[in-house]
């Protein structure tokens, strides 16, 4: 990120991949501290079937937090924590 302030609306719509090269999901939406002006979250949907699919009902999506972002440009590069769910029994970090 090369720090040149950018409307929040281009985050929509991005899909979002891990580090790893996987498909995680598409913005949908952001969450903001107010108070800070920042943005602490991506909503995701269209999530990748192969990493949510016995996690996450289909029409659901999920929420990250914003400090696994990693790049934003024409995509959005998060941590390869996402991949790491499938061996794990829960992730408080990600909510349906």
Known sequence: MDGTPQEITTL?????????????GEVED???DLGGQTVTGLALGELSRE????????GKGVM???SWVRAVGDVILISDVVERLEDEDEDEDVVA
């Open 51 to 58: 990493l949510f699919a016995d996690r996450i009902e289909s």
């Open 30 to 32: 952001v969450r903001l």
């Open 64 to 66: 990250i937090p914003y």
């Open 12 to 24: 929509v719509g991005r899909e979002v991949y891990s580090n790893n090269g996987a498909f995680v």
